[in-house]
Antibody
Framework: EVQLVQSGAEVKKPGESLKISCKGSGYSFTTYWIGWVRQMPGKGLEWMGIIHPRDSDTRYSPSFQGQVTISADKSITTAYLQWSSLKASDTAMYYC?????????????WGQGTLVTVSS | SYELTQPPSVSVSPGQTARITCSGS??????AYWYQQKPGQAPVLVIYKDTERPSGIPERFSGSSSGTTVTLTISGVQAEDEADYYC???????????FGGGTTLTVL
């Protein structure tokens, strides 16, 4: 069974750093891209970027380029999303999801989401 | 920048047909994908490559495409279909992906 299990909710202060994770199982982790999606409170889905765990080829949405870092460790089948200095506006639910295949832009399996709250 | 435009809301009575549109300049060149999201849950893929339905998705969900507009159609809407629906696609080079703003389907 394909599963993406994300790390737990986080409460941080502005200026702090954070790294959240997404562990894949039940499939060949190095075969499929992993994407990250933000959902701010009461708002829609926003595509942040995507990484291929095989070689860490990474693409960022222009809206998130330079604001976050996406990485992956194929040895432990885990992808990451990290911030070096959080802002209150980073408060959101973050989802990781698997790209279905290289000929499709769909995300077929999703993690349960990680809620990040940034507040002083 | 590339944008996908959806109506904020659609309302239908049970048993009727709901149609949710998504418009964007990239859609003649790239496939569209549709996700259903219920409160407190992660999104679920309901249509891929404009018209294909993943296994496990009810037959009442279908997709179509015409020019710069794609449409998600839910025939015989049920109360359980009440959710937010998002279209998604990519730029012409397939490098940058984007979601539409989302449509809230209300079953009256």
């Amino acid at each position: 069974e394909v599963q993406l299990v994300q790390s737990g909710a986080e409460v941080k202060k502005p200026g702090e750093s954070l790294k959240i994770s997404c562990k894949g199982s039940g499939y060949s982790f190095t075969t499929y891209w992993i994407g990250w999606v933000r959902q701010m409170p009461g708002k829609g889905l926003e595509w942040m970027g995507i990484i291929h765990p095989r070689d860490s080829d990474t693409r960022y949405s222009p809206s998130f380029q330079g604001q976050v870092t996406i990485s992956a460790d194929k040895s432990i089948t885990t992808a990451y999303l990290q911030w070096s200095s959080l802002k209150a506006s980073d408060t959101a639910m973050y989802y990781c999801a698997r790209r279905a295949d290289s000929n499709s832009f769909s995300l077929d399996y999703w993690g349960q989401g990680t809620l990040v709250t940034v507040s002083s | 920048s590339y944008e996908l435009t959806q109506p904020p809301s659609v309302s239908v009575s049970p048993g009727q047909t709901a149609r949710i549109t998504c418009s964007g300049s990239t859609l003649p060149k790239q496939y569209a994908y549709w996700y259903q999201q219920k409160p407190g849950q992660a999104p679920v893929l309901v249509i891929y490559k404009d018209t294909e339905r993943p296994s496990g998705i009810p037959e009442r969900f279908s997709g179509s495409s015409s020019g710069t507009t794609v449409t998600l159609t839910i025939s015989g809407v049920q109360a359980e279909d009440e959710a937010d629906y998002y279209c998604q696609s990519a730029d012409s080079r397939g490098i940058y992906w984007m979601f539409g703003g989302g449509t809230t389907l209300t079953v009256l």
